[in-house]
């Protein structure tokens, strides 16, 4: 059975939440003998660099990226000679050391590797039509809503099953980062109306969590929604035991977003100090492109270590994970992560959104600066466990993502008779 999947952005291991749970689904699909066709739509994967090594998280899909051309396993963006030139002083910039990165940003107030990704580029729908011919794919999935008004150009047989993964509930998103004072990228907003037009011709609906799904199936009551939360992993057969914790540190993980930006700088501004000037012997690790956008107070153990492929290290030797959001909506992907490596947590109410007993899996709940603080220097004086054993078992594969195979399959069979 031939799925294609449909997304303006890379999904970079390592990078973000968005990447983690589209690469997990991907590969979660392949296990269950879907043949997986991914249609990139954003020309510069590696953002300033102008060729891409494809990675082995994504050896389970054929990929195929716009205006790019691909050999073996390296794809090359159809620059001018004079961009690959002009790339080249980007390409130095990107191998020197998190500190110089650090100070050369808050002189030239530059971003390190951006991104650039487009919503609906232009040439994209003939870009993806010419895949369709060749492909021929059964399924085709839209990854996030602002997608979905490529259906409008594209050519599709009658037959064909489409679906879309949400993330997140856009215009809820987008109202409790306004109602915290948080900036939303205008390009990426919608209202009620306009995202329930971007689902309603859509065969299914994959939200992200149960909060999420309740509100797509009151919005549009006639749809499909499916309930898939980011799984542990399928290499995850156990919980992965702590190694080594390093007492007292502290750690926060976060991808180059504005709820990140403000929620980790409320953190470092609000709550760190207060750890700190109780407990000198706290440090925090900072991990994540987030990093960029950060003011660390001076002298207070807090370390801003940028992007990391490997979290694994990280997540091992911390002895407690924050997760500080402030808005938003949907899974948080760092929270499962964090759990899936048997750390203790303390989080907001937002960085639990999507956990239905927080508790259940030893998370502790704080809302104010005042409170966080609290928590996180009890949980630092005092040892405590994470049940492990119920987390493996709530998000396994089978459990995140069974329905939607089963979905499909009974779908597209019902459709072939």
């Not at 300033?48 to 963006?77: C, K």
């Not at 939303?184 to 909060?211: G, T, V």
């Not at 999420?212 to 156990?238: N, Q």
């Amino acid at each position: 059975m031939k799925c294609m999947i449909l997304t303006d952005f890379f999904p970079c291991p390592g990078m973000d939440g968005r990447s983690a749970y589209l690469l997990d689904i991907i590969n979660y699909l392949a296990l269950n003998s879907f043949e997986i066709k991914l249609c990139i739509l954003s020309d510069t994967p590696a953002g300033t660099v102008p060729w891409y090594l494809m990675p082995e998280q994504l050896a389970a899909a054929d990929v195929s990226i716009i205006d790019n051309y691909r050999w073996g396993h390296r794809f090359f963006i159809r620059f001018s000679l004079r961009d690959w030139i002009l790339a080249l002083p980007c390409i130095i910039y990107r191998r020197l050391p998190a500190l110089f990165h650090n100070f050369l940003e808050k002189v030239l107030n530059r971003h390190r590797g951006e991104v650039k990704h487009f919503l609906v580029r232009n040439g994209s729908s003939a870009f993806v039509n010419e895949l369709l011919k060749a492909e021929q794919p059964e399924i085709v999935i839209f990854n996030y809503a602002r997608l979905t008004r490529l259906k409008k150009e594209l050519i599709l047989p009658g037959n064909i099953l489409t679906g879309v993964i949400t993330h997140d509930v856009v215009h809820h998103r987008q109202a409790t980062l306004s109602a915290s004072g948080i900036f939303a990228n205008a390009a990426e907003m919608m209202s009620m109306n306009e995202e329930r037009a971007s689902l309603a011709e859509i065969d299914f609906i994959i939200a992200i969590q149960e909060d999420d799904a309740k509100i797509f199936r009151e919005m549009l009551p006639e749809s499909t929604v499916i309930t898939a939360p980011m799984s542990i992993g399928i290499a995850s057969s156990t919980v992965h035991p702590a190694k080594e914790i390093v007492p007292g540190r502290c750690l926060l993980v976060g991808g180059y977003g504005q709820p990140n930006i403000d929620s980790f700088n409320w953190f470092l501004r609000e709550v760190w100090p207060k750890v700190y000037s109780s407990n000198p012997a706290a440090c925090l690790h900072v991990c994540g492109n987030v990093c960029r956008a950060l003011q660390a107070p001076e002298r207070m153990n807090i370390s801003l270590l940028g992007r990391i492929e490997d979290l694994s290290g990280e997540y091992e030797e911390a002895e407690l994970c924050v997760i500080p959001l402030l808005a938003g909506s949907g899974l948080k992907i760092k929270l499962i992560e964090a759990l899936k490596y048997n750390c203790r947590c303390v989080s907001t109410s937002w960085g639990v959104q999507g956990i239905r007993f927080p508790e259940k899996y030893g998370i502790i709940v704080a809302d104010t600066a005042n409170e966080m603080g609290e928590k996180i220097l009890s949980s630092l004086n005092t040892a405590g466990t994470v049940n492990g054993q119920n987390f493996l078992e709530d998000f396994c594969p089978e459990n995140c993502y069974g329905q939607l195979v089963d979905f499909m399959q009974n779908k597209m069979y019902t459709l072939h008779d």
